[in-house]
């Protein structure tokens, strides 16, 4: 990862800034969190986007980078962002720094590169995709019952590719595409138990009897 303008997609937000701030010389850093009234990270809105380009035409002599650090991007947000991001003013480049590719618009990711960091939050995956049963599955919930969405994705990202791996599965395109849909549901806000409980319950369903 290297000081650059970009959309850098990962779950450890201070981590990849402190990494960027190593790397800085005499460029300038403008770094824009949205943040809740408990200084928790929560969604980039309107308001903070308008923030972002108020901070981007005062002008200065070195390079800025303007860092927009958030879980997720409004679609207001980001629609507000198109054009700056098309042609930043003068000495000026953007960095994303978000959680999700998938809540991105395409407007948004044909307008920058984007580095996709394959990072780890720290939930552990310890279900037996293998000899998946539904008492294990309920097992399972009761024990990530009070997981984070930032948390939830990883553990969807291994749970579906312990489910590939298995081969003990009817991995359809219409369970494919099931996967990608379970981390759009997490982006918009829907409950981590319910989203893996519908995963796990729908693959539940297209398990073989047979191994491959």
Do not use: W
């Not at 850093?29 to 809105?45: A, N, T």
């Amino acid at each position: 990862m290297k000081l650059a303008s970009g959309i850098i997609i990962t779950h450890q937000a201070e981590e990849v800034l402190s990494s960027l701030e190593a790397q800085r010389g005499t460029e300038l850093f403008s770094i824009i969190r949205s943040v809740d009234d408990k200084g928790k990270p929560k969604e980039f809105l309107l308001e903070d986007a308008k923030l972002a380009i108020e901070k981007a035409y005062i002008a200065s002599d070195n390079l800025n980078y303007i860092i927009l650090i958030a879980p997720k991007f409004s679609e207001l947000s980001q629609s507000k962002l198109l054009k700056i991001l098309e042609e930043p003013p003068r000495n000026k480049a953007f960095i994303i720094i978000t959680e999700s590719k998938s809540a991105l618009l395409d407007t948004i990711q044909s307008r920058m590169p984007v580095l996709l960091l394959h990072d780890k939050v720290g939930t552990e995956f310890s279900l037996d995709l293998e000899g998946l049963t539904l008492s294990k599955v309920y097992v399972f919930i009761q024990e990530h019952s009070r997981i984070s969405s930032r948390e939830c994705k990883p553990l969807v990202e291994q749970i579906s590719l312990a489910a590939i791996k298995s081969k003990r599965y009817n991995l359809d395109q219409e369970t494919l595409e099931l996967f990608s849909n379970t981390v759009k549901a997490l982006d918009v806000g829907s409950p981590t138990t319910f989203v893996l409980t519908t995963l796990l319950l729908k693959l539940l369903a297209k398990k073989s009897d047979k191994k491959s």
